[in-house]
T-cell receptor, first 117, second 113 residues
């Protein structure tokens, strides 16, 4: 079974509008971490935001916020006021203690976001 | 700090050749790992290390070896390159199990003919 599911292969958003990128996850652990990374066309992986499973508040980092709904096992990324530079591939990832690789990340397949002028 | 560095940035190999992808970090991070990224897929873990002298397999370890003789370096060796190993390879590191993020290197693009 997929651990991390990103159902939107591609998304378009108008500049200055908000956009939500979906991510659902599957784990039986009580303690886990959820991450979003950005990969621009240049190829590097850029950490955006982190949410711990016990965090009561949704994480926010500038224009990025994570809409964490634990019961639904979803961790959607919300980008407010989109900019042309936000055009990139976005990956959702999870770190769970019980995985054989302990503290390593499991990634979704990504969502390609294109911001239109 | 240079962060996580990887060399080379790009490499072309012939089937059957061997090579080593270099990864180094100057942040005194305990955890290091190698991922590969293929089109239409997220990153998949190849091998990881929780400290000098300690390594373990990830999701897709076949065809790759690693070693961790120092905290700073974590090279990935391709024993006998195959076209299926054409991919982009990322090295990542983090200070501890409880640090919320891994820091990624810029990646190595490998083409196996």
């Amino acid at each position: 079974a997929q651990k991390i599911t990103q159902t939107q292969p591609g998304m378009f958003v108008q500049e200055k509008e908000a956009v939500t990128l979906d991510c659902t996850y599957d784990t039986s652990d009580q303690s886990y971490g959820l991450f979003w990374y950005k990969q621009p066309s240049s190829g590097e992986m850029i950490f955006l935001i982190y949410q711990g499973s016990y965090d009561e508040q949704n994480a926010t980092e500038g224009r990025y916020s994570l809409n964490f709904q634990k019961a639904r096992k979803s961790a959607n990324l919300v980008i407010s006021a989109s900019q042309l530079g936000d055009s990139a591939m976005y990956f959702c990832a999870m770190r769970e203690p019980s995985s054989g690789s302990a503290r390593q990340l499991t990634f979704g397949s990504g969502t390609q976001l294109t911001v239109l002028p | 700090n240079a962060g996580v560095t990887q060399t080379p940035k790009f490499q072309v190999l012939k089937t059957g050749q061997s090579m080593t992808l270099q990864c180094a970090q100057d942040m005194n991070h305990e955890y290091m790992s190698w991922y590969r990224q293929d089109p239409g897929m997220g990153l998949r873990l190849i091998h990881y290390s929780v400290g000098a002298g300690i390594t373990d397999q990830g999701e897709v370890p076949n065809g790759y070896n690693v070693s961790r003789s120092t905290t700073e370096d974590f090279p990935l060796r391709l024993l006998s390159a195959a076209p299926s190993q054409t991919s982009v390879y990322f090295c990542a590191s983090s200070y501890s199990a409880y640090q919320e993020t891994q820091y990624f290197g810029p990646g190595t693009r490998l083409l196996v003919l």
